[in-house]
C-alpha cells in the first residue's frame, strides 16, 4: 500500500480532470466528488486529501509517501523530499496585480499568501516594498486599501476581472507536481512506479 497526499481545491480539482481525460475510470470514479472524506481507497493507493500547504509536511514525515501539490508550495518552503517530476496539470501562475492604470513603481505595499516568493522578487527588482501576510481572499486588500498591489495565483484571470483588477506580470509559472518522501521513494520503488505508470505520468 502506498499513500498519496493530494492538495483539496485547485490542484485536485485538475487531477481529477487529468484522470477524466485519460479515461482513468478506477481512479477518477473514485476520486470524484471528494466531499468531506479525509482519506479513500483505490487497489494499493490511498489518497489522503489535505490543505495544499500541508501536502509536503505529510511527505516530508513519510507520513504520506507521494504528494500531488502546486509548485507555488513547494517554491514558497524549503522541504525535505524528493522532486519527482511535472505533472502535466493545474497550470496557472503567480501573478503581480492590482488597480488598473498602476505604475510598478507606485508599489508600497503588496498582500500575498507567498510572501518569501514575494519578498525573493522585490529584492532582485531593488524595490522597496512592505509585505501583508493574508491567508486568502487576497484580492480584498487593494479594494479595501490593506494594499496598492497583490501578488496571488491567477488561472482563468476570472477573480482579478470581476473584481476590475489587472494582472500586471507573472512572478512564477506554476504547474502540479509529484513530490516523494525520500525513503519511501527506495523502499516502496516498485509501488511508487507502479502507480506512476498507472497514471501515466512516467
Ligand atoms: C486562487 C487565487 C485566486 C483564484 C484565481 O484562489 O487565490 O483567488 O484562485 O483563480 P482565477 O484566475 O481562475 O479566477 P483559490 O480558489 O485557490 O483559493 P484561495 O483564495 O484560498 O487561495
Known sequence: MITVALAKGRVYRSFNQFLADKHLDEYANALIDGGR???REVGGVRFIFVKGKDVPTYVEQGVA?????????????LFNVLNVSELPFGQCRLAMAG???MSESDIKVVATSFPNITRKYFNQAKQDVSLVFLNGSVELAPILGLADAIVDIVQTGTTL????????KTILPV????????????????????????????
Open 175 to 202: 504547474q502540479a507536481r509529484l513530490i516523494a518522501n525520500k525513503q519511501s521513494f527506495y523502499t516502496k520503488e516498485m509501488e511508487i512506479y507502479s502507480f506512476m505508470r498507472e497514471i501515466e505520468v512516467v
Open 37 to 39: 472524506d479525509l482519506f
Open 99 to 101: 488597480p488598473k492604470y
Open 161 to 168: 476581472k470581476e473584481n476590475e483588477l489587472e494582472e500586471y
Open 65 to 77: 509517501d507521494l504528494g500531488v501539490v502546486g509548485s507555488d508550495t513547494i517554491a514558497e518552503q
